[in-house]
């Protein structure tokens, strides 16, 4: 690439500012205007806790499911599956959510407010309403947190299905299937991504907890013995790919569960710090020959795997690392955004509130923007939209100030701006911007897909 130049434009000579971190209403109404998140049906009034990705959203959401599965799958020991939603019933007898998959359920005999028992700090220390207080509450009890319906015409208890609760019992009943066809041996992992339904009794915090959302889980089953050594590869595995996307190291931190499950033989929390404290992330299990064992015992099925070079047999351990897709969307747009102070030469303050994904995460790469409306330009301008879109989700806007769109470019996290003037008639080439140096540079049209694919790439050094 030629050696050109370096353009600043003058409103953005800058001394950056950090004004102010997201908190969770800025980022719902933020999602909103600009189209990553809305409420579902709300034309209807909304249906509580369930939302619907927009435009921008469900850009982002695919990437932050490209961004995981590529971690999961481009290995030599990790198989994809996509596995459905409605399994026979017997999975869940023999995997323990028939049973045991519930909450304790409280109710305020006074305000009529339904609570989470165990969660609840007010009943848990002073056992009164967490809304107003009384202490006129119903006994705890068991809530079954799984979705029923029915499969086929008839209504009858024969035919109860239910809406997964998690997406991993599919990996286990398919053990046989993925490391037959894939001849792969243990150590190796089976990763899904895929929706998941749970009947919350107490969903909220935008889509932080919601009845209808989407996991990404891996199964990695291991030799017993060796299952300590590889739960700990996959907590430091797993700290280094929110770290490779931009996740802030203080946002992160390792929480050991105080109690295991009966099965378990360690649990860690990945929490971050959201916008109302930190919480769960994702969780990181050692679940022992568990779930193998139990779907061999109701099955009917040997289960057992043989390493026929050490011509032996047992039924494979597994370290499980399931994370909520929506809920690390949410933890994107959390240490993403900020507002931020710019000051021109003489003084004058603007702000511009960033998104600073990870290019990667971030929905529209580039962003091609004429001067001008005129036809000398937006001859040039629209074919070179359709040559940076051949390669990148690209945005073309060619309403306002140049200044303005630059900010609503910033707002939605867009790594590049590529400014098509009166110059670039002349020599055919543009002005690219640099979302977070703000810095710009004169580019030959020729060479734009390289340099932006370069730049996306080398994203740090970029500028
Ligand atoms: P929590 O304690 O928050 O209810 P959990 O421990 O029951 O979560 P897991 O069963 O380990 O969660 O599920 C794995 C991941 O799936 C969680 O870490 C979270 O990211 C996501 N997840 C679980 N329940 C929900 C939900 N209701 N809404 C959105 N994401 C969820």
Not at 243 to 272: C, M, N, T, W
Not at 284 to 301: E, M, P, T, V, W
Not at 318 to 338: H, N, S
Request: include cysteine; proline fraction near 4%; charge should be neutral.
């Amino acid at each position: 690439m030629e050696n050109t130049p370096e353009k600043t434009e003058k409103t953005e000579k800058t001394e950056k500012v950090i004004r102010r971190l997201a908190d969770l209403n800025t980022l719902v109404s933020l999602s909103k205007r600009r189209g990553f998140v809305f409420q579902s049906s709300e034309i209807y009034g909304g249906l509580g806790s369930c939302w619907d990705y927009g435009p921008l959203g469900s850009l982002m959401k695919l990437n932050v499911k490209r961004a995981w599965w590529n971690a999961m799958t481009r290995r030599s020991d990790i198989v994809g599956i996509d596995a459905a939603i409605l399994m026979h019933p017997t999975v869940w007898k023999a995997s323990g959510h028939v049973d045991g998959f519930s909450d304790p359920l409280v109710d305020c005999k006074d305000c009529k407010t339904r609570f989470r028992a165990d969660n609840t700090d007010s009943y848990l220390t002073k056992k009164q309403c967490p809304n107003c207080g009384s202490k006129n509450l119903s006994e705890e009890r068991q809530f079954n947190l799984m979705f029923k319906t029915h499969m086929g015409p008839l209504e009858d208890s024969a035919s109860v299905v239910y809406l997964r609760p998690e997406t991993a019992q599919g990996h286990f009943v398919n053990f046989m299937n993925c490391q037959q066809s894939s001849r792969y041996k243990i150590p190796f992992g089976i990763a899904a991504i895929g929706k998941s339904f749970r009947n919350e009794i107490t969903p909220g915090n935008f889509i932080f907890r919601t009845r209808e959302f989407e996991q990404m889980e891996m199964q990695y089953f291991v030799k017993p013995g060796t299952d300590e050594k590889f739960f700990n590869e996959w907590k430091e595995r797993r700290l280094q790919f929110y770290l490779k996307y931009g996740i802030r190291q203080e946002s992160l931190r390792f929480k050991p569960h105080d109690k295991l499950a009966h099965y378990a033989r360690a649990a860690v929390d990945v929490e971050f710090n959201f916008p109302m404290g930190f919480s769960e992330l994702e969780g990181i299990h050692n679940r022992s020959d568990f779930d193998l064992s139990q779907h061999a015992k109701f099955s009917g099925k040997n289960l057992e795997y043989f390493n026929e070079a050490e011509k032996e047999k047992y039924v494979p351990y597994v370290i499980e690392t399931a994370v909520g897709c929506d809920r690390l969307f949410l933890a994107f747009m959390c240490d993403a955004y900020r507002e931020e102070v710019t000051k021109d030469e003489k003084g004058a303050e603007d702000v511009r509130t960033v998104l600073a994904f990870h290019p990667d995460i971030a929905p529209i790469k580039v962003a091609v923007l004429p001067l001008s409306k005129k036809e000398d330009l937006t001859k040039i301008a629209e074919p070179l939209r359709d040559q940076l879109a051949e390669d990148f989700d690209t945005q073309y806007d060619e309403a306002q100030s140049i200044g303005k769109r630059y900010r609503r470019q910033d707002e939605i996290g867009t790594p590049f701006c590529v400014t098509v003037d009166f110059d670039t008639i002349n020599d055919q080439a543009v002005t690219v911007r640099h979302r977070d140096k703000m810095t710009q540079q004169r580019v030959p049209i020729k060479e734009l897909n390289g340099y932006i694919a370069a730049g996306l790439k080398n994203w740090n050094s970029t500028t």
